[in-house]
Structure formats: C-alpha cells, structure tokens
C-alpha cells in the first residue's frame, strides 16, 4: 500500500497473460464505450505469448491494437509484457478488472486487494465470489457480460468516494483473511501432510 498520487486521467488495469480464457478482449470492448465518455487510460500487465502453452493466444494482443489504432485510441493503451515491481503498478492505477472466464487462485485479484484498488471481476462461483463480497469490497459482473463490466466502471470511474471505500474495505479483507502471516501456516501444515504421505508410500 502506497500514497496515491493525485492525477486527472485515471487508468484501469488487468493483470495476465493474453489469452481467450483471460477474456482481455471483454475488457477492451467495454472500455472502448467507457473511454467516450470517461476520460481514462488502459495498463494490459502480462506476456503476448507463452511459447508451448497451448492456453495463450498473441492474436488477440493484435487484434486489441489494429483496433485502437482504428478508432485513433492507442495511446490512451498501454502493454507492460512482464515487471518486478508489480505494487507500483497497482498502485498507480485507479481500478481493477479481473475478467478471466476461468481461474485457480486469482493471486492478481488478491494482490490488488491488498494495494487499496477497488476491483472488478467476473463472477466465478467458489473462486471469486469466495474473495469479493459484490458491491461491499468490490464487484461481481456475470461471466462475459459487457454490459455489467461498464456499469461498474462508470460507477467507480465517476467518484473517488467510492474508490476510496471500496478498495479501504478490499485491503481490509484481505488483512483479516488472505495476509501471509495468516496463510504461511496452512501452507506449511499443507506440506507437511504431503510429505508424510510420501514418505509412508
């Protein structure tokens, strides 16, 4: 956690490698009608392309740049393909969206948590949903649904009150819940029982 710097132009940022199941795409399309009427920029963290991972798709980093160079947007984006200093991006940036249509653990989700960012996310059952509380320390929208994804980024955009409410209450969360001092030990115990097992085959 960071002081925020006071800025005019406010930026959203998505956080993962570029592929269909990230949903970068999504995104893209509800912040091209965001940005006509909210002035903001886009910060896409994560690699174009992870050789032998069937999973990524550079096509789709592609396709976001034909067209906003199109609709003469470009240089409201910007691509960041990998950085060590992950908590200055979140903490430079205004908002979070998590769009993904699947995940494990969204440790970029946790992470902007704990940077104060109030968060946007698809809702996945017993994944996200078991991190944010909608409308209370962040926001559930329905798988692939661009409608509800710029509802809330207008919402957020528009008032730093809520901002600031929801991402206070998101680090909070993650405090009382997801801290390392917290989680170390059920690693641990987790292991622990691993190697037992092991060592009993």
């Given at each position: 956690?960071?002081?925020?710097n006071?800025?005019k ?7 993962g490698?570029?592929?269909?199941i ?5 995104l893209y ?8 009427k909210?002035?903001?920029?886009l910060t896409?963290?994560g690699k ?9 798709e ?6 976001i ?8 947007i ?7 393909n990998?950085?060590?200093k992950m908590h ?5 940036s ?11 653990m ?5 992470e902007?948590?704990s940077?104060?960012?109030?968060c ?5 059952k ?5 991190i944010?509380i ?22 957020l ?10 991402g ?12 390392f001092?917290k ?8 292991y ?10």
């Open positions: 956690k960071l002081k925020k006071k800025k132009i406010k930026n959203i940022l998505c956080v490698f570029f592929s269909n990230k949903n970068q795409m999504l399309k509800a912040w091209c009608n965001v940005v006509k909210n002035e903001c920029t896409f963290v174009k392309k992870i050789l032998n991972y069937y999973l990524s550079s096509q789709i980093y592609k396709k740049i034909k067209d906003a160079k199109s609709r003469k470009f240089d409201k984006i910007k691509f960041i990998h950085s060590n200055l991006l979140y903490n430079q205004d908002v979070f969206v998590l769009p993904s249509q699947s995940e494990g969204p440790n970029s989700l946790l902007a948590m940077c104060n960012l109030p946007i996310t698809t809702n996945l017993n994944i996200t949903s078991q944010i909608n409308k209370k320390n962040g926001y559930l929208f329905k798988n692939n649904s661009q409608k509800d994804l710029e509802k809330y980024l207008f919402k955009l528009r008032s730093n009150s809520l901002r600031n409410l929801i206070n209450r998101a680090r909070s969360h993650i405090e009382k819940k997801y801290s001092k989680n170390i030990y059920k690693y641990e115990k987790m622990s029982l691993v190697s037992q097992q092991n060592l009993s085959n």
